[in-house]
């Protein structure tokens, strides 16, 4: 699949998944601006070079790439980023929207800082750096974006709750979106990977073993990849990726019942109410909401 005289961004794209999406894209003709503050996997300390470091493989092999090392988190920065595509290479068609880091631990244990900061990357800085491209998206009728959501924010694990809820917010983001860009030829779409990263190696090895070494970046680059190409035509998908397997996320409920008005005639109900079969899944909010 072709890429030649597309421009993507790619938040976070210094090490891990980034590095992975932004070789791949290069490779297949993409212009890609790579884009990393380059800090500790916490956040908390800017170590500095990995941009440019990844820019210089890219470009060592032939393809085309440019160095980004705003802050997603903040709003001038999140500008500034765009910026850099289009005043290198005149547009953006694509936003990967990958930028991330990890504070765990029990939510009790959590402060102030450590929800602002995940949520800040994650969440915030998705939206911005989305915000930024869209009006030049719009304007040329035509965009992708990828969100990066998660299993853990989809179906949830304990001492995750700020980076949990951030990756559930940007799949409810991923449809808000699709919805609103599909009149101006931009598909939203989100991938939900898994691989081992400098961010979670010690958890992943502990967890999987030695099924890590399936859990490779560049597996799952082709899916992400192929979320950006001009050909791709879903609209409001969260994809699972992760060791060369790919499934669909999607949103459905079970059978509704109707004709509910005291909490005891839900309670007596209940059983019935969690009966997930036959599912129906969903579109647009209002065919879920209507009343039989």
Known sequence: MDFAGDVVLVTGSGAGLGRAYAHLLAVSGARVVVNDLST????REVIGGSAQQVVDEITAAGGT?????????????????VETALGQF????????NAGIVRSGGFHRLTPGDIHAVL??????SIL???????????????????????IGLLGTPANAAYGGAKGALAGLTRALAAEGAGHGIAVNAVAPMAVTRLNEGVMSSIFGPATGRLTPDIVAPVTAY???????????VLSAAGGRVARFAVGSGPAINGLRSPEQVRDAFEAVRVTEPARWWGPPAEETRIA
């Open 129 to 151: 750096v989305t915000q930024a491209a869209w009006k030049a998206m719009r304007d040329q009728g035509y965009g992708r974006v990828v969100f990066t959501s998660s299993s």
């Open 65 to 81: 790439a440019v160095a980004d090392t705003h802050s997603v988190a903040d709003p001038q920065g999140a500008a500034a980023a």
């Open 120 to 125: 800040g990357v994650h969440l915030i800085g």
């Open 40 to 43: 500790a996997p916490d956040g």
């Open 90 to 97: 005149g547009r953006i068609d694509a936003v990967i929207n």
């Open 227 to 237: 979320l950006v190409h001009r050909e791709c035509s879903l609209n409001g998908e």
